[in-house]
Protein backbone atom coordinates (compact mmCIF):
# COMPACT_ATOMS: atom_id res chain seq x y z
CA UNK A 1 0.00 0.00 0.00
CA UNK A 2 1.38 3.49 -0.66
CA UNK A 3 0.38 6.96 0.16
CA UNK A 4 -0.16 9.11 -2.41
CA UNK A 5 2.26 11.64 -1.84
CA UNK A 6 4.81 9.09 -1.59
CA UNK A 7 4.68 7.85 -5.44
CA UNK A 8 5.83 10.85 -7.33
CA UNK A 9 8.25 13.28 -5.84
CA UNK A 10 6.81 15.71 -8.31
CA UNK A 11 3.28 15.65 -7.29
CA UNK A 12 1.23 18.66 -7.11
CA UNK A 13 -1.40 20.11 -4.58
CA UNK A 14 -4.13 21.79 -7.21
CA UNK A 15 -8.01 22.53 -6.37
CA UNK A 16 -10.75 21.38 -9.03
CA UNK A 17 -14.03 23.23 -8.02
CA UNK A 18 -13.84 23.13 -4.43
CA UNK A 19 -11.64 20.21 -4.33
CA UNK A 20 -7.81 20.19 -2.93
CA UNK A 21 -6.88 17.14 -4.58
CA UNK A 22 -3.20 15.24 -4.76
CA UNK A 23 -2.04 14.94 -8.78
CA UNK A 24 0.17 12.03 -9.36
CA UNK A 25 1.74 10.55 -12.38
CA UNK A 26 0.06 6.62 -13.32
CA UNK A 27 3.53 5.38 -15.18
CA UNK A 28 4.84 4.06 -12.01
CA UNK A 29 3.63 1.16 -9.50
CA UNK A 30 1.31 0.64 -7.70
CA UNK A 31 -0.51 1.76 -11.25
CA UNK A 32 -0.70 -0.80 -13.63
CA UNK A 33 -0.37 1.01 -17.13
CA UNK A 34 -0.90 -1.96 -20.40
CA UNK A 35 -1.50 -1.63 -24.38
CA UNK A 36 2.03 0.21 -24.65
CA UNK A 37 4.27 -2.92 -25.50
CA UNK A 38 7.29 -1.26 -25.36
CA UNK A 39 6.98 1.56 -22.84
CA UNK A 40 9.08 -0.26 -19.85
CA UNK A 41 12.12 1.00 -22.50
CA UNK A 42 10.71 4.15 -24.03
CA UNK A 43 8.68 5.56 -21.76
CA UNK A 44 6.28 7.13 -24.36
CA UNK A 45 2.26 6.42 -24.99
CA UNK A 46 3.13 4.85 -27.73
CA UNK A 47 1.79 1.76 -29.70
CA UNK A 48 4.87 0.60 -31.93
CA UNK A 49 8.57 0.89 -30.81
CA UNK A 50 9.85 4.40 -32.06
CA UNK A 51 12.52 2.77 -34.07
CA UNK A 52 10.43 0.96 -35.97
CA UNK A 53 7.93 3.71 -37.25
CA UNK A 54 10.69 4.98 -39.58
CA UNK A 55 9.47 1.24 -41.26
CA UNK A 56 6.15 1.65 -41.52
CA UNK A 57 4.03 4.04 -43.74
CA UNK A 58 2.95 7.50 -42.86
CA UNK A 59 -0.17 6.46 -42.12
CA UNK A 60 0.73 4.17 -39.43
CA UNK A 61 3.57 5.82 -37.94
CA UNK A 62 1.28 9.03 -37.16
CA UNK A 63 -1.40 6.64 -35.85
CA UNK A 64 0.81 4.56 -33.35
CA UNK A 65 0.73 7.14 -31.13
CA UNK A 66 -2.85 7.10 -30.83
CA UNK A 67 -3.66 5.36 -27.49
CA UNK A 68 -6.13 2.90 -28.57
CA UNK A 69 -6.05 0.21 -26.17
CA UNK A 70 -4.33 1.85 -23.49
CA UNK A 71 -5.62 1.68 -20.37
CA UNK A 72 -4.41 2.12 -16.59
CA UNK A 73 -5.44 0.19 -13.22
CA UNK A 74 -5.33 0.69 -9.36
CA UNK A 75 -6.37 0.33 -6.51
CA UNK A 76 -7.54 3.23 -4.31
CA UNK A 77 -9.97 4.41 -1.62
CA UNK A 78 -10.14 8.08 -2.41
CA UNK A 79 -13.25 9.66 -1.82
CA UNK A 80 -12.69 11.68 -4.88
CA UNK A 81 -10.90 11.01 -8.33
CA UNK A 82 -9.89 13.86 -10.79
CA UNK A 83 -7.74 13.70 -14.00
CA UNK A 84 -5.48 15.92 -15.75
CA UNK A 85 -4.40 15.51 -19.55
CA UNK A 86 -2.81 17.21 -22.57
CA UNK A 87 -3.94 15.61 -25.69
CA UNK A 88 -1.26 15.05 -28.41
CA UNK A 89 -4.02 17.61 -30.90
CA UNK A 90 -7.46 19.32 -30.39
CA UNK A 91 -10.36 16.62 -31.24
CA UNK A 92 -11.66 17.73 -35.13
CA UNK A 93 -13.72 14.48 -36.06
CA UNK A 94 -16.82 14.96 -38.01
CA UNK A 95 -18.65 11.30 -37.39
CA UNK A 96 -17.15 10.17 -34.15
CA UNK A 97 -17.85 11.68 -30.44
CA UNK A 98 -15.18 13.52 -28.64
CA UNK A 99 -16.22 11.24 -25.87
CA UNK A 100 -14.64 8.22 -28.14
CA UNK A 101 -11.81 9.66 -30.15
CA UNK A 102 -10.51 11.76 -27.44
CA UNK A 103 -11.82 10.91 -23.81
CA UNK A 104 -10.88 8.71 -21.29
CA UNK A 105 -13.25 5.92 -19.88
CA UNK A 106 -13.70 5.02 -15.86
CA UNK A 107 -15.22 1.75 -15.12
CA UNK A 108 -14.82 0.48 -11.41
CA UNK A 109 -14.72 -3.22 -10.38
CA UNK A 110 -12.75 -6.27 -10.87
CA UNK A 111 -12.23 -9.38 -12.84
CA UNK A 112 -15.20 -9.73 -15.48
CA UNK A 113 -17.46 -7.05 -13.24
CA UNK A 114 -16.35 -3.58 -14.18
CA UNK A 115 -19.16 -1.27 -14.69
CA UNK A 116 -18.97 2.08 -16.24
CA UNK A 117 -18.53 5.04 -14.24
CA UNK A 118 -17.85 8.43 -15.48
CA UNK A 119 -16.39 9.40 -19.74
CA UNK A 120 -14.20 12.82 -19.50
CA UNK A 121 -13.50 14.43 -22.48
CA UNK A 122 -11.74 17.37 -23.77
CA UNK A 123 -13.94 21.08 -23.95
CA UNK A 124 -15.07 22.12 -27.20
CA UNK A 125 -11.91 23.15 -29.64
CA UNK A 126 -9.66 22.14 -26.35
CA UNK A 127 -6.75 19.76 -25.92
CA UNK A 128 -6.70 19.64 -22.30
CA UNK A 129 -8.99 17.31 -20.24
CA UNK A 130 -9.26 18.88 -16.25
CA UNK A 131 -12.57 17.52 -14.44
CA UNK A 132 -13.59 15.41 -11.78
CA UNK A 133 -13.99 11.64 -11.99
CA UNK A 134 -16.17 11.01 -8.72
CA UNK A 135 -16.40 13.16 -5.50
CA UNK A 136 -18.28 12.24 -2.28
CA UNK A 137 -17.79 8.33 -2.55
CA UNK A 138 -17.85 6.62 0.45
CA UNK A 139 -13.88 5.68 1.95
CA UNK A 140 -13.63 2.27 0.99
CA UNK A 141 -11.16 0.71 -0.98
CA UNK A 142 -12.20 -0.06 -4.86
CA UNK A 143 -10.72 -1.16 -8.13
CA UNK A 144 -10.81 1.37 -11.55
CA UNK A 145 -9.89 0.88 -14.88
CA UNK A 146 -9.33 3.66 -16.74
CA UNK A 147 -9.37 3.43 -20.87
CA UNK A 148 -7.11 5.67 -22.86
CA UNK A 149 -8.76 7.56 -25.78
CA UNK A 150 -9.29 5.76 -29.50
CA UNK A 151 -8.20 8.11 -31.80
CA UNK A 152 -5.89 11.09 -30.26
CA UNK A 153 -2.62 10.49 -28.85
CA UNK A 154 -1.61 11.17 -24.70
CA UNK A 155 1.23 13.80 -23.96
CA UNK A 156 0.49 13.82 -20.21
CA UNK A 157 -1.72 12.51 -17.85
CA UNK A 158 -2.21 12.85 -14.42
CA UNK A 159 -4.87 11.59 -11.43
CA UNK A 160 -5.51 13.25 -8.28
CA UNK A 161 -6.78 11.83 -5.13
CA UNK A 162 -7.44 12.49 -1.68
CA UNK A 163 -4.98 13.99 0.20
CA UNK A 164 -4.20 10.64 3.17
CA UNK A 165 -5.64 8.44 0.98
CA UNK A 166 -4.19 5.02 -0.08
CA UNK A 167 -3.43 3.52 -3.37
CA UNK A 168 -2.79 0.02 -3.97
CA UNK A 169 -1.82 -1.93 -7.12
CA UNK A 170 -4.86 -4.05 -8.96
CA UNK A 171 -5.69 -7.18 -9.20
CA UNK A 172 -3.72 -9.78 -12.10
CA UNK A 173 -5.94 -9.88 -15.40
CA UNK A 174 -7.65 -13.55 -15.47
CA UNK A 175 -5.67 -13.46 -18.75
CA UNK A 176 -2.33 -11.96 -18.40
CA UNK A 177 -0.57 -12.50 -21.63
CA UNK A 178 -2.39 -9.78 -24.25
CA UNK A 179 -5.07 -10.73 -26.63
CA UNK A 180 -3.55 -8.83 -29.70
CA UNK A 181 -6.00 -7.18 -32.77
CA UNK A 182 -4.24 -5.93 -35.76
CA UNK A 183 -6.80 -4.51 -38.16
CA UNK A 184 -8.49 -0.84 -39.71
CA UNK A 185 -10.38 1.55 -38.41
CA UNK A 186 -13.18 -0.41 -36.87
CA UNK A 187 -10.27 -2.37 -34.80
CA UNK A 188 -8.92 1.07 -33.85
CA UNK A 189 -12.13 1.55 -32.68
CA UNK A 190 -13.58 4.15 -35.22
CA UNK A 191 -16.87 5.09 -34.46
CA UNK A 192 -17.29 4.23 -30.85
CA UNK A 193 -18.73 6.53 -28.71
CA UNK A 194 -16.64 5.75 -26.02
CA UNK A 195 -13.34 3.98 -25.33
CA UNK A 196 -15.01 1.12 -23.87
CA UNK A 197 -17.26 0.22 -26.38
CA UNK A 198 -14.84 -0.98 -29.36
CA UNK A 199 -15.24 -4.51 -30.06
CA UNK A 200 -11.65 -4.93 -28.68
CA UNK A 201 -12.42 -3.59 -25.17
CA UNK A 202 -15.60 -5.53 -24.94
CA UNK A 203 -14.44 -8.55 -25.69
CA UNK A 204 -11.10 -8.37 -23.18
CA UNK A 205 -13.12 -6.82 -20.51
CA UNK A 206 -15.82 -9.66 -20.46
CA UNK A 207 -12.45 -12.32 -20.78
CA UNK A 208 -10.70 -9.45 -18.11
CA UNK A 209 -7.79 -10.27 -20.40
CA UNK A 210 -4.93 -7.89 -21.03
CA UNK A 211 -5.07 -6.06 -24.64
CA UNK A 212 -2.89 -4.56 -27.29
CA UNK A 213 -4.84 -2.62 -30.36
CA UNK A 214 -3.06 -2.51 -33.09
CA UNK A 215 -6.02 -0.99 -35.66
CA UNK A 216 -4.68 1.61 -38.03
CA UNK A 217 -7.41 3.60 -39.77
CA UNK A 218 -7.51 2.98 -43.29
CA UNK A 219 -3.56 1.60 -42.95
CA UNK A 220 -3.68 -1.77 -42.25
CA UNK A 221 -2.07 -3.01 -44.82
CA UNK A 222 -0.46 -6.41 -43.89
CA UNK A 223 2.67 -5.49 -44.40
CA UNK A 224 6.00 -8.37 -44.02
CA UNK A 225 7.66 -5.46 -41.16
CA UNK A 226 4.15 -5.01 -39.29
CA UNK A 227 3.90 -9.05 -39.34
CA UNK A 228 7.46 -9.35 -37.68
CA UNK A 229 7.13 -6.68 -35.20
CA UNK A 230 3.43 -8.73 -33.84
CA UNK A 231 5.70 -11.68 -33.69
CA UNK A 232 7.81 -10.47 -31.36
CA UNK A 233 4.74 -9.96 -28.77
CA UNK A 234 4.03 -13.00 -26.06
CA UNK A 235 0.22 -12.86 -26.47
CA UNK A 236 -2.61 -15.68 -25.42
CA UNK A 237 -4.68 -14.61 -28.75
CA UNK A 238 -3.93 -12.94 -31.87
CA UNK A 239 -6.97 -11.50 -33.71
CA UNK A 240 -6.67 -9.96 -37.23
CA UNK A 241 -9.09 -7.98 -39.68
CA UNK A 242 -7.12 -6.06 -41.82
CA UNK A 243 -8.53 -7.61 -45.29
CA UNK A 244 -10.66 -4.03 -44.81
CA UNK A 245 -7.61 -1.79 -46.02
CA UNK A 246 -6.42 -3.83 -48.78
CA UNK A 247 -6.60 -1.79 -51.70
CA UNK A 248 -8.26 -4.26 -53.92
CA UNK A 249 -8.51 -8.40 -53.68
CA UNK A 250 -5.48 -8.73 -55.50
CA UNK A 251 -3.62 -6.92 -52.64
CA UNK A 252 -5.37 -8.89 -50.30
CA UNK A 253 -4.32 -12.46 -51.98
CA UNK A 254 -0.20 -11.58 -52.40
CA UNK A 255 -0.30 -10.30 -48.43
CA UNK A 256 -2.77 -12.65 -46.24
CA UNK A 257 -1.39 -15.28 -46.33
CA UNK A 258 2.15 -14.61 -46.19
CA UNK A 259 1.07 -12.41 -43.25
CA UNK A 260 -0.06 -15.41 -41.10
CA UNK A 261 2.42 -17.49 -42.37
CA UNK A 262 5.34 -15.23 -41.02
CA UNK A 263 3.38 -15.12 -37.18
CA UNK A 264 2.57 -18.70 -37.75
CA UNK A 265 6.28 -19.69 -38.26
CA UNK A 266 7.27 -17.38 -35.22
CA UNK A 267 4.74 -18.60 -33.05
CA UNK A 268 3.65 -22.31 -34.00
CA UNK A 269 1.15 -22.61 -30.88
CA UNK A 270 -0.63 -19.53 -30.98
CA UNK A 271 -4.03 -19.55 -31.42
CA UNK A 272 -4.86 -17.12 -34.58
CA UNK A 273 -8.38 -15.66 -35.16
CA UNK A 274 -8.62 -14.42 -38.71
CA UNK A 275 -12.06 -12.19 -38.96
CA UNK A 276 -13.41 -10.81 -42.02
CA UNK A 277 -14.77 -6.92 -42.53
CA UNK A 278 -18.47 -6.14 -40.77
CA UNK A 279 -20.26 -3.80 -43.36
CA UNK A 280 -20.29 -6.94 -45.69
CA UNK A 281 -23.46 -5.91 -47.50
CA UNK A 282 -21.47 -2.38 -48.42
CA UNK A 283 -20.42 -3.93 -51.72
CA UNK A 284 -20.93 -7.25 -51.01
CA UNK A 285 -19.47 -8.65 -53.84
CA UNK A 286 -16.64 -7.24 -53.36
CA UNK A 287 -16.94 -8.95 -49.88
CA UNK A 288 -17.36 -12.16 -51.33
CA UNK A 289 -14.29 -11.90 -53.13
CA UNK A 290 -12.15 -10.72 -50.07
CA UNK A 291 -13.72 -13.42 -47.84
CA UNK A 292 -12.75 -15.89 -50.42
CA UNK A 293 -9.37 -14.76 -49.93
CA UNK A 294 -9.03 -15.23 -46.30
CA UNK A 295 -11.23 -18.45 -46.05
CA UNK A 296 -8.40 -19.41 -48.04
CA UNK A 297 -5.61 -18.81 -45.61
CA UNK A 298 -7.44 -20.78 -43.25
CA UNK A 299 -8.23 -23.39 -45.26
CA UNK A 300 -4.69 -24.02 -46.46
CA UNK A 301 -3.60 -23.69 -42.39
CA UNK A 302 -6.34 -26.46 -41.36
CA UNK A 303 -5.53 -28.56 -44.23
CA UNK A 304 -2.00 -28.17 -43.01
CA UNK A 305 -2.52 -29.46 -40.09
CA UNK A 306 -3.17 -26.30 -38.06
CA UNK A 307 -5.26 -26.45 -34.96
CA UNK A 308 -4.74 -23.35 -33.51
CA UNK A 309 -6.52 -21.37 -36.38
CA UNK A 310 -10.38 -20.11 -36.17
CA UNK A 311 -12.26 -18.03 -38.71
CA UNK A 312 -15.36 -15.36 -38.13
CA UNK A 313 -17.35 -14.41 -41.07
CA UNK A 314 -17.48 -10.96 -41.47
CA UNK A 315 -21.46 -11.23 -43.10
CA UNK A 316 -22.13 -12.34 -39.92
CA UNK A 317 -20.65 -10.24 -37.38
CA UNK A 318 -24.08 -7.90 -37.76
CA UNK A 319 -26.41 -10.44 -36.72
CA UNK A 320 -29.29 -11.17 -39.26
CA UNK A 321 -31.96 -7.86 -38.02
CA UNK A 322 -31.47 -4.35 -38.66
CA UNK A 323 -27.83 -4.63 -39.95
CA UNK A 324 -28.24 -1.41 -41.05
CA UNK A 325 -28.59 -0.17 -37.26
CA UNK A 326 -24.90 -1.23 -36.68
CA UNK A 327 -22.98 1.84 -38.59
CA UNK A 328 -22.76 5.57 -38.47
CA UNK A 329 -21.81 5.78 -42.41
CA UNK A 330 -22.36 2.04 -43.46
CA UNK A 331 -19.13 1.06 -42.77
CA UNK A 332 -17.68 2.23 -39.08
CA UNK A 333 -20.06 0.52 -36.56
CA UNK A 334 -21.46 2.32 -33.61
CA UNK A 335 -21.94 1.01 -29.92
CA UNK A 336 -25.16 -1.62 -31.78
CA UNK A 337 -22.51 -2.51 -34.32
CA UNK A 338 -19.21 -3.07 -31.96
CA UNK A 339 -22.04 -4.96 -28.90
CA UNK A 340 -22.86 -7.44 -32.21
CA UNK A 341 -19.03 -7.72 -33.01
CA UNK A 342 -17.93 -8.47 -30.01
CA UNK A 343 -21.25 -10.96 -29.10
CA UNK A 344 -19.69 -12.67 -32.09
CA UNK A 345 -16.11 -13.25 -31.99
CA UNK A 346 -16.59 -14.05 -28.23
CA UNK A 347 -17.37 -18.13 -28.45
CA UNK A 348 -14.44 -17.93 -30.97
CA UNK A 349 -11.87 -16.20 -28.33
CA UNK A 350 -12.69 -18.58 -25.79
CA UNK A 351 -12.39 -21.77 -27.88
CA UNK A 352 -8.81 -20.59 -28.91
CA UNK A 353 -8.06 -19.70 -25.24
CA UNK A 354 -9.21 -23.89 -24.73
CA UNK A 355 -7.44 -25.12 -27.18
Known amino acids: MAKIETIDRNFETKKIG ?22 DKEKKFLRLPEKSLTLMSEGVAFLAWHTSGGMVRFRTNSTSLAIKAKLRE ?21 GTNKIFWRNAKPEYNSDEIDTILFENETAEMRE ?31 INKPVVFYGS ?39 REMAELIASIDMSVFVYDY ?29 II ?33 ERVFFVDGERLFGSDNRDACTVDGCHPNDLGFYRMAKTILPNIRRALSA
Open 90 to 110: VPMMMHMPATGSAGFDLYEGY
Open 144 to 174: FTIYFPLYNGVKEISLGFDKGSDIEAPSEFT
Open 185 to 223: SITQGGCASRPGIAYTHLLTRWLDANMINLGFSGNARGE
Open 274 to 306: IVGRPDYDKGAKDSDLRRDVIYRTYSDALNAGD
Open 18 to 39: NKELIFTGITEAPFVLTGFYWF
Open 243 to 271: DHNAPDVEYLKQTHKPFFEIIRKARPDLP
